[in-house]
Structure formats: structure tokens, C-alpha cells
């Protein structure tokens, strides 16, 4: 199980749309960007920004496995097919079936008392 993340005023919606099922972006109301890690202000105009839903569909473009102790897990960077990137992890597959390009679709873990967003081949 991950840790739970930490919870305020921006990260609150996220969560709880993720125990819906639903993975949400935030998109700026002034230069139209999507962007990843939600938060209020745009990071690139600083205007007000606001949810939206996203697919939760995206591309692997790069990848790391990591060993922690008894416990590894694979580091993977996603660009989501709403344009944004992000950092997650992958599961339900092993890194060496993993190629970079491949389509990935988010899959919610267990985080505490949240769900946390991860991503594994899309169809899978």
C-alpha cells in the first residue's frame, strides 16, 4: 500500500473524485492549458484555473525500477492524453514487459484512506 497523500484545499476534489473512479486535471480559464499537479494558479499565466475530467489514458514515456528493500516498484513518467505529464508508478506489470510508448491507463491504489493514481497497460 502507498502512503497517504496529504490533504488540503487544492488536492481535496482530486480525492474525492478518486474514490469515484473519476482522475481529474486542472485546466487554466485564460490560456486554455491542462496541467499536472493541480493547483489553483496556472503555472504558465498565473490566471485561475478550474477542474475538469480527464481520461485517465495516456503514453509511458520513460520508466525506472526501484528497489526499496524487499518491495520494488517501477518509477514511470506518463504524458497524459489531455496533454500534461506526470510522475506515478506502474503496476500490474513487470518492468521488463514495459516499453516506452506504450499506451498506460491510470488504475487506482490504495493510498491510507485515499486512492492514489498509478498506471498499467491500457486494456489490461
Not at 22 to 29: E, G
Not at 68 to 87: I, R, S
Request: with cysteine.
Amino acid at each position: 500500500m502507498l502512503p497517504a497523500p496529504p490533504l488540503d484545499a487544492e488536492s481535496t476534489p482530486f480525492y474525492e473524485a478518486a474514490k469515484e473512479g473519476r482522475f481529474l486535471i486542472r485546466r487554466c480559464t485564460r490560456c486554455n492549458e491542462p496541467h499536472w499537479y493541480p493547483r489553483s494558479l496556472c503555472p504558465f499565466c498565473f490566471s485561475p484555473t478550474e477542474w475538469e475530467e480527464a481520461s485517465g489514458r495516456g503514453t509511458l514515456m520513460s520508466y525506472s525500477s526501484v528497489r526499496n528493500g524487499d518491495d520494488p516498484y517501477v518509477l514511470a513518467f506518463v504524458q497524459l492524453e489531455e496533454g500534461p505529464a506526470m510522475l506515478s508508478n506502474m503496476v500490474d506489470c513487470p518492468a521488463d514487459q514495459m516499453t516506452v510508448g506504450m499506451a498506460v491507463a491510470v488504475r487506482w491504489v490504495d493510498a491510507g484512506s485515499e486512492k492514489a493514481p498509478c498506471f498499467a497497460p491500457a486494456g489490461g
